[in-house]
């Protein structure tokens, strides 16, 4: 089985989100693809299986569980089909746990066509003050996460994650977010270890909730934002009715076989 390293939203290499990918004739067992995720140790690893011209179902596993929705390891799986001549110059289609997802090659790199996720409920502070004191503009309820507006981009910088009361918020993960001083709209980060990843680079399934969410605060549909981890990732965003398209490039790192 041949398996691909890929940074992706990474312009250049070592940055942006590493994902593994696989393309493979049949699923191996759910628990084979658990043991190989954990094994690989990224946040993401993405299973792929042909289903006909641009047409594909994809699967991703986390080193712990697998997921609904990840954009990343999509990003790095059309851009492995793409590299490896794999499918035409038309929209590629994935079934995925959350419904049909479209990507395509464009003159800025890879799209992807995900879907909107609305935010709120909003929130009470009190709960949250251990993590960031007097830091909170406001806190909302974000589908299967939890968004936490913080009140300077800088302090999105200098967060030190408490990985341990972060892991007890009832969500699959923590987004934390600030509108952005220079070229970005806004900034963020993500930290996941529910679902096995103490911080994750670059999210693209994250930023279906923070476009929804600044596209109520900013009054606007497209977005230029930041992912302002160590590796650090770029996304161009654009709000279509009920779609968030998400563009970024990507870096195949390295090509190997897995032997068991």
Known sequence: MKIWSVD???SKPY???????????E????EVCQKIAAEINLSETAFVKP???????????????EVKLCGHATLAATHI????????????????LSGILQTQKTAQGITLNFPLQ???PRLEHESFNDLFGNQIVTIEKAFDDVIVELNDEKNIYDFVPVIEKINQIDCRGLIITARGKNKYDFISRFFGPRVGVAEDPVTGSAHCKLAYYWQQRLKKNNFL?????????????????????MT????????????V
């Open 81 to 96: 089909l793409l590299q490896e001549d794999l499918v035409n110059n038309a929209p590629i289609n994935f079934d995925s």
């Open 8 to 10: 992706a939203f990474a």
């Open 51 to 65: 289903l006909g011209s641009n047409h594909f179902h994809i699967r991703w596993f986390t080193p712990a569980v």
């Open 248 to 259: 970024g490039s990507a870096i195949t790192i390295s090509c190997g076989n897995w032997l």
């Open 15 to 25: 940055t942006g989100n590493p994902a593994a990918v696989t393309i493979v004739e």
């Open 118 to 120: 609305a935010t709120g």
């Open 27 to 30: 699923f191996p067992s759910d």
């Open 225 to 245: 934002a930041y992912q302002a981890s160590k590796r650090g990732g770029e996304l161009i965003l654009e709000i279509n009715d009920d779609r968030v398209l």
